[in-house]
């Protein structure tokens, strides 16, 4: 029997699109889309802002030296978080339905800027009781760290948890936590995944 619900946030809840934010930053650098996102990628400043190695300040500083810019801090995090969409994948009904009768929990690769953001903008994640984000437990998916923190944000047995998530690689580290874990491929997927356990959210 599931107790959790645990999703995704990027391209499961909320889409984004990297693209949007490179295209942004060329108007201020000079630099091309792709040249932007070879050097960020590059310098691993990403993975080490969400695996919290290092904080936002950090990350804004060596960032802006590896594309060559300097400008103010609230203007480079805007421009950061430029790439999300105004719209959510699955309907906030769903989940808000969903915590009626089961814990929900967020289970997250994310950096600090871009969660904090998200929640401001995005009333969806209002319907969610706890948020095991990567930058916080210090772990990435896949790593199995992650998994187990959010399996005591769940509160239950890792059997009694459905997670989903767009990553094929990180459904199965799900499942080897033991939890029941399917790879998201839209809402309407989701829920009949959801309802084919007896879950409900009506």
Request: charged residues 25%; glycine residues 6%.
């Amino acid at each position: 029997m599931i107790r959790t619900v645990i999703f995704d946030l990027g391209r499961v809840i909320v889409p984004f699109d990297f693209m949007r934010g490179y295209r942004a930053m060329s108007e201020i650098c000079g630099l091309s889309p792709d040249e932007i996102r070879g050097r960020l990628s590059a310098s691993g400043l990403v993975v080490e802002l969400e695996a919290g190695r290092i904080d936002e300040v950090e990350f804004n500083t060596h960032a802006q030296e590896v594309l060559g810019t300097s400008m103010p801090r609230e203007q480079f995090e805007a421009i950061w978080f430029s790439v999300f969409l105004p719209y959510t994948l699955i309907p906030e009904s769903l989940v808000a339905g969903l915590r009626r009768n089961y814990r929900t929990v967020l289970l997250s690769n994310t950096n600090p800027v871009h969660f904090r953001g998200i929640r401001a903008n995005y009333p969806i994640l209002d319907h969610f009781d706890a948020f095991v984000l990567s930058h916080e437990v210090g772990a990435m998916k896949p790593s199995p760290e992650i998994y187990q923190a959010a399996i005591l944000a769940a509160q239950c047995k890792p059997a009694e948890c459905f997670f989903t998530d767009d990553v094929a690689e990180y459904v199965e580290g799900a499942r080897r936590a033991g939890m029941d874990a399917v790879l998201f491929e839209d809402a309407g997927q989701v829920e009949r995944e959801l309802r084919a356990r007896g879950v409900h959210w009506d």
